[in-house]
């Protein structure tokens, strides 16, 4: 059994081991779970997590309660495809969405969720950006869907997300390569908010503007359980010839205007400019979602710089799949993938 100590990360490493031990059949236990975080322990949208994974394939849990520290996984092999979760509160649907999905995806097995909870909250990607920008960059592993019914801001949530997912006929699957920066194509902004008053619009479409001459925003007037206001900022690269969706390149920065919207919609367009100045072909977040994929089929990336939840995904990456991993400032290397490791070794 692999031992995991969780205090120097937080969720994020509950979430990835489950789906690591799930396609490797390892089981581990994790100890000290988000210990320097104020509210140490399993949180309800880790927990939902943890049994969507129990569920699915009957494993073995001990410690899945709520603000448990300790958590012991024997994974078990998909028996269901098909799943409905309630987190109950406004925990990230789109976290629980990535843990689950490589596992699928490695298997070559459907995925269907339907899920309440949080679609737009504080410390975790939008759902939007799911569907905008990840699932783009993963088409050549087969076709995701997330469509999502009701918005789900902080506190409330009760948002909802119906996700699909179809595995591709591309046999074997390809690297991921995302190295080159191409030529900066058109940038867009989104704007989705449950406020009548779009005052931040028209600054907003102005800065975009001096980002890229090629620029608009979208604004979506929802309506939630509880207010809120989400900005997402794309850009789309490619060549001479335009974005090529089957060569995606995709660089994305989001926030939420909470406090102080004025400050923050100016902090997110100045880091999003740095992002787009510097040699990074995957911005942060991206990566992060990105790096279970670059285990399981090897490739390389270059973000920004190796964030703490960069370093700790390598690490657990190389503990579970037993691949090499070689990551230096921004640039991630994984030289032969897991599903190409364990092809060789199977009989003629």
């Not at 849990?61 to 012991?72: A, D, F, I, P, Y």
């Not at 948002?159 to 591309?170: C, H, K, N």
């Not at 960069?310 to 400032?329: G, H, P, R, Y």
Request: net charge neutral.
């Amino acid at each position: 059994m692999l031992q995991i100590d969780g205090s120097s990360g937080g969720g994020s490493v509950i979430r990835l081991a489950l789906a690591l031990s799930s396609i490797t059949g390892k089981e581990f236990s994790v100890t000290n779970i988000r210990a320097s975080r104020p509210n140490p322990g399993l949180a309800m949208q880790h927990l939902m997590a943890v049994n969507a994974f129990a569920r699915i394939s009957n494993a073995k849990v001990v410690g899945n309660t709520k603000g448990s520290r300790e958590l012991t996984f024997s994974p078990g092999t998909i028996q269901k495809n098909k799943l409905f979760i309630d987190v109950q509160t406004a925990g990230s649907l789109s976290l629980i969405i990535e843990a689950l999905l490589p596992w699928f995806v490695a298997t070559k097995q459907p995925l269907d969720l339907e899920l309440i909870g949080g679609t737009n909250v504080p410390w975790s990607p939008p759902v939007d950006t799911l569907q905008l920008v990840l699932f783009p960059l993963l088409y050549k592993y087969g076709t995701f869907t997330a469509t999502i019914g009701r918005r789900g801001f902080y506190p409330k949530g009760k948002g909802q997300v119906r996700f699909s997912y179809r595995p591709g006929e591309q046999i074997p699957y390809r690297a991921i390569r995302l190295t080159k920066k191409q030529e900066l194509h058109h940038v867009k902004g989104i704007l989705i908010t449950t406020e009548k008053d779009l005052r931040f619009a028209t600054a907003i479409h102005s800065a975009l503007s001096q980002v890229h001459e090629t620029s608009d925003l979208e604004t979506l007037q929802v309506t939630a359980a509880s207010e809120g206001t989400q900005l997402i900022l794309l850009a789309y690269y490619g060549d001479d010839t335009g974005y090529d969706p089957f060569r995606p390149m995709i660089l994305s920065a989001d926030c939420l205007l909470e406090k102080n919207p004025e400050q923050t919609t100016q902090e997110t367009i100045a880091r999003f400019k740095t992002l787009l100045s510097s040699a990074a072909c995957v911005d942060e977040q991206t990566a992060d979602q990105l790096l279970p994929y670059l285990g399981l089929f090897g490739g390389e990336l270059i973000t920004t710089e190796l964030t703490n939840h960069l370093t700790i995904a390598c690490e657990l990456l190389s503990l579970f799949l037993e691949i090499d991993i070689s990551a230096q400032q921004g640039k991630i290397l994984v030289k032969e993938g897991f599903i190409e490791k364990e092809a060789k070794k199977q009989p003629l």
